[in-house]
Structure formats: C-alpha cells, structure tokens
C-alpha cells in the first residue's frame, strides 16, 4: 500500500488519470459527500462482497479521514491488488485542502 495525499488524488483527477475510485465509509457519510466516480463498499463488507475492480488498475481508497481506508488497502492486497493507494488524510482533508468546496462533517 503506497499513501497518496489529497494534493496528489486532485492532480490524478485533474490529468484524467486512469485509476479506480473505492469509498469503504457507510452510505450515510457516502451520502453527505463523495467523490462522483467513487465505487462505495463500506469497510465490514469489503471482505465478504468485494467489487469488481480490475487489479491491473490502481486503486485509491477513501474514507473519512484516512484510517479505515488503511484497513480497505490491506483487504484488497489480500485478495492480490497490488497497486493499492490509501488517501492520506480521508475525504475530510481532501475537502479542507484540495476541493474547498466540497461540503465537510
């Protein structure tokens, strides 16, 4: 698992990288605010029901701030995702830093 900060996530955004989008929070924070391409698989699901993601493409994983996303990563490189990014700092610092107009909770 490599980090990515919310500077890098929008600069990958911003240059139409290809790259997959993973949200392991619970569909009412999912709710609040997202990312518009994001796949949401809440983290106590993740395991059991996984998405379907290609693993030849990288994945970044968010949440609220960057601590359960390190679990997600770790899930997804046991079932042999091997370019796994975990968003430093969650949607709430990429909301503070990167996309300030991106609603926070």
Same mark, same amino acid.
């Given at each position: ?10 600069? &990958? ?14 569909? &009412?924070?999912?709710?609040? +605010?997202?990312?518009?391409?994001? /796949? ?7 395991? /059991? ?9 990288? +994945?970044?994983? *968010? *949440? #609220? #701030?960057? +601590?359960?996303?390190?679990?997600? *990563? ?32």
């Amino acid at each position: 698992m490599k980090q990515l900060s919310p500077d890098e996530l929008k600069q &990958w955004m911003d240059s139409k990288k290809t790259f997959q989008l993973l949200d392991v929070r619970e569909r &009412w924070e999912y709710d609040i +605010v997202r990312f518009e391409q994001a /796949i949401l698989r809440p983290l106590g699901f993740l395991q /059991i029901n996984p998405p379907e993601l290609d693993k030849e493409k990288p +994945v970044v994983v *968010c *949440c #609220h #701030h960057g +601590v359960r996303s390190i679990s997600g *990563c770790l899930i997804l490189e046991q079932l042999g995702f091997k370019n796994v990014y975990n968003l430093s700092g969650g949607i709430d610092l990429y909301a503070q830093t990167a996309d300030t107009s991106m609603p926070t909770y």
